[in-house]
């Protein structure tokens, strides 16, 4: 969590020079530079199932968010 003193650690560099968008070589480039992530495929929920597991996800969510917002 990043303390309400030193900003979002999302938020732009406050400066005059106009964002760039990453590069096309930009995914290699952050691949090469944390080879601790690695890539991970996901089997698909079947929409049956899914109604079932979701709904106390969202609430805990929700729960968890609203603690951080207050």
Do not use: C
């Not at 199932?49 to 729960?63: G, L, P, Q, S, V």
């Amino acid at each position: 969590m990043v303390s309400p003193l030193h900003g979002s650690a999302f938020q732009a560099p406050a400066t005059d020079e106009t964002i760039q968008p990453p590069g096309k070589n930009w995914p290699q480039a952050f691949q090469k530079r944390h080879p601790e992530l690695k890539a991970k495929r996901v089997k698909v929920l079947d929409w049956n199932r899914h109604d079932n597991n979701i709904y106390d996800k969202i609430t805990h969510w929700f729960e968890v968010i609203r603690k951080e917002l207050t």
